[in-house]
Every structure is written in C-alpha cells, then in structure tokens.
Nanobody, 117 residues
Framework: QVQLVESGGGLVQIGGSLRLSCVAS????????MGWFRQAPGKERNFVAA????????YLADSVKGRFTISRDNTKNTVDLQMNSLEPEDTAVYYC??????????WGQGTQVTVSS
C-alpha cells in the first residue's frame, strides 16, 4: 500500500509562484508514474502533470504548459510541482497521484491553492 502526502499549498497573488511537494511511502517499488491532479469547487478532478518514475519523461496539461514544471527524485520518493505565473483559474485543491505498474491508483489528501488579486 502506498501513502502520499502533499504540502506547499497556500494563498498567492495573480502572477505569483508556489511549489508543491509530495512524499510517497509504502510499497513504492512498483511505481510507474506520479503526478498531480486538481479539483476546483463544483468541478471534476482534472489532470495537471505527470512524470515517468523510471526515465523522468514529463507530461503537462495544455492549460499549464509553459507555466508549471514537474520533477521527481526517485531516491527520495518525492515529486514536486513548480507553479509559476499563477492565474485565478489555477485555484483548486491539488492532489498527488501515484500509479503502479499494474495501474493501481493512489491519492494524497490534497493541498489547497488559492490565486487571487
């Protein structure tokens, strides 16, 4: 069983930056990829970014390309999301996600990101 814990959320002004972190523990030997999803109030949970745990290849949603960067340190079992040029539309609860080699999903508890002027 995998446990994920996020941190780094908070309140930031438009155009500001935040860095989210996620630490994985447990049965991480089978990790295939990790990433981030977000969910705004009253909306569905949407994909934000992902990274292959073995080779580091990254994937980003079109809405965050050029602004967000995902990275990982598989020796520390951590994945980070650097968020720059934040917009009000980025306001959401951000969830860390892990996928095993058998496509089992694990989720963190979420961290709130609020972007406002």
């Amino acid at each position: 069983q995998v446990q994920l814990v996020e941190s780094g959320g908070g309140l930031v002004q438009i155009g500001g930056s935040l860095r989210l972190s996620c630490v994985a523990s447990g049965r991480t030997f089978s990790t295939y990829a990790m990433g981030w999803f977000r969910q705004a109030p009253g909306k569905e949970r949407n994909f934000v970014a992902a990274i292959n745990w073995s080779n580091g290849r990254t994937y980003l949603a079109d809405s965050v390309k050029g602004r967000f960067t995902i990275s990982r340190d598989n020796t520390k079992n951590t994945v980070d999301l650097q968020m720059n040029s934040l917009e009000p539309e980025d306001t959401a609860v951000y969830y860390c996600n892990g996928i095993t080699n058998t496509y089992t999903n694990y989720w963190g508890q979420g961290t709130q990101v609020t972007v406002s002027s």
